[in-house]
Protein backbone atom coordinates (compact mmCIF):
# COMPACT_ATOMS: atom_id res chain seq x y z
CA UNK A 1 0.00 0.00 0.00
CA UNK A 2 1.29 3.31 -1.01
CA UNK A 3 1.32 5.75 2.02
CA UNK A 4 3.14 9.31 2.96
CA UNK A 5 3.06 10.26 6.23
CA UNK A 6 4.03 13.96 7.07
CA UNK A 7 5.30 14.78 10.79
CA UNK A 8 7.06 17.92 12.03
CA UNK A 9 4.24 20.20 11.95
CA UNK A 10 3.33 22.72 14.92
CA UNK A 11 3.10 26.50 16.27
CA UNK A 12 6.27 28.78 16.42
CA UNK A 13 6.53 32.57 16.75
CA UNK A 14 7.34 34.44 13.97
CA UNK A 15 11.13 33.93 12.43
CA UNK A 16 11.43 30.50 14.23
CA UNK A 17 11.99 27.26 12.06
CA UNK A 18 10.31 23.78 11.73
CA UNK A 19 11.55 20.51 9.84
CA UNK A 20 8.55 18.91 7.90
CA UNK A 21 9.12 15.34 7.62
CA UNK A 22 7.36 12.95 4.83
CA UNK A 23 8.01 9.14 5.42
CA UNK A 24 7.40 7.19 2.01
CA UNK A 25 6.08 3.40 1.78
CA UNK A 26 4.64 0.95 -0.66
CA UNK A 27 6.79 2.30 -3.81
CA UNK A 28 10.13 2.80 -4.97
CA UNK A 29 10.55 6.14 -3.20
CA UNK A 30 14.21 7.08 -5.56
CA UNK A 31 12.18 6.70 -8.45
CA UNK A 32 9.60 9.55 -7.26
CA UNK A 33 9.35 12.86 -7.62
CA UNK A 34 8.71 14.20 -4.61
CA UNK A 35 6.38 17.63 -3.69
CA UNK A 36 5.38 19.94 -1.20
CA UNK A 37 2.33 21.75 -0.73
CA UNK A 38 0.21 24.07 1.28
CA UNK A 39 -3.22 25.40 1.94
CA UNK A 40 -4.06 27.90 3.96
CA UNK A 41 -7.80 28.23 5.64
CA UNK A 42 -9.98 29.58 2.21
CA UNK A 43 -7.89 29.61 0.12
CA UNK A 44 -6.01 26.81 -2.58
CA UNK A 45 -3.41 24.42 -2.17
CA UNK A 46 -0.75 25.74 -3.99
CA UNK A 47 2.86 23.86 -4.57
CA UNK A 48 5.86 25.32 -2.41
CA UNK A 49 8.87 23.06 -3.27
CA UNK A 50 9.60 19.81 -5.49
CA UNK A 51 12.64 17.87 -5.78
CA UNK A 52 13.63 15.63 -8.20
CA UNK A 53 14.42 11.99 -7.74
CA UNK A 54 17.70 11.70 -7.41
CA UNK A 55 18.07 15.41 -5.55
CA UNK A 56 19.92 16.96 -8.30
CA UNK A 57 16.95 19.38 -8.77
CA UNK A 58 14.84 21.71 -6.88
CA UNK A 59 11.98 24.15 -7.23
CA UNK A 60 10.58 27.04 -4.99
CA UNK A 61 7.96 28.95 -4.61
CA UNK A 62 8.76 32.43 -4.90
CA UNK A 63 7.27 33.50 -1.56
CA UNK A 64 9.96 30.83 0.23
CA UNK A 65 12.74 31.29 -1.74
CA UNK A 66 16.03 31.65 0.63
CA UNK A 67 13.90 30.38 3.67
CA UNK A 68 12.95 26.91 3.03
CA UNK A 69 14.70 23.99 1.89
CA UNK A 70 13.25 20.79 0.30
CA UNK A 71 15.89 17.77 0.45
CA UNK A 72 15.47 13.68 0.61
CA UNK A 73 16.94 10.82 1.81
CA UNK A 74 16.52 7.98 -0.93
CA UNK A 75 17.72 5.64 2.00
CA UNK A 76 15.08 6.43 4.82
CA UNK A 77 12.78 7.22 1.97
CA UNK A 78 12.24 10.58 3.44
CA UNK A 79 11.74 13.88 1.73
CA UNK A 80 12.61 16.79 4.28
CA UNK A 81 10.82 20.44 4.02
CA UNK A 82 13.29 22.86 5.97
CA UNK A 83 11.48 25.90 7.39
CA UNK A 84 13.64 28.95 8.51
CA UNK A 85 12.55 32.46 9.14
CA UNK A 86 8.46 31.66 9.54
CA UNK A 87 6.14 34.21 8.84
CA UNK A 88 2.48 34.06 10.07
CA UNK A 89 1.69 33.87 6.15
CA UNK A 90 2.93 30.41 6.15
CA UNK A 91 0.42 29.21 8.67
CA UNK A 92 -1.01 26.28 6.42
CA UNK A 93 -1.66 22.75 6.43
CA UNK A 94 1.14 20.87 5.05
CA UNK A 95 1.32 17.95 2.48
CA UNK A 96 3.84 16.47 0.37
CA UNK A 97 3.34 14.64 -2.73
CA UNK A 98 4.53 11.67 -4.77
CA UNK A 99 4.78 11.16 -8.33
CA UNK A 100 5.98 7.98 -9.52
CA UNK A 101 4.95 6.29 -12.79
CA UNK A 102 2.23 8.42 -13.54
CA UNK A 103 0.41 7.86 -10.27
CA UNK A 104 0.26 10.28 -7.37
CA UNK A 105 -0.32 10.38 -4.01
CA UNK A 106 -1.24 12.73 -1.30
CA UNK A 107 -0.08 12.70 2.40
CA UNK A 108 -2.44 13.12 5.22
CA UNK A 109 -1.02 17.09 6.00
CA UNK A 110 0.16 18.66 9.10
CA UNK A 111 -0.25 22.03 10.40
CA UNK A 112 1.71 24.62 10.54
CA UNK A 113 0.94 27.89 12.70
CA UNK A 114 3.47 31.08 12.87
CA UNK A 115 2.32 33.53 15.29
CA UNK A 116 3.51 36.01 17.98
Known amino acids: QVQLVESGGGAVQPGGSLRLSCAAS????????MFWYRQAPGKERELVAS????????NYEDSVKGRFTISRDNVKDTVYLQMNNLKPADTAVYYC?????????WGQGTQVTVSS
Open 97 to 105: RAIVGGQTT
Open 26 to 33: GFTFSKGG
Open 51 to 58: ISSGGEFT
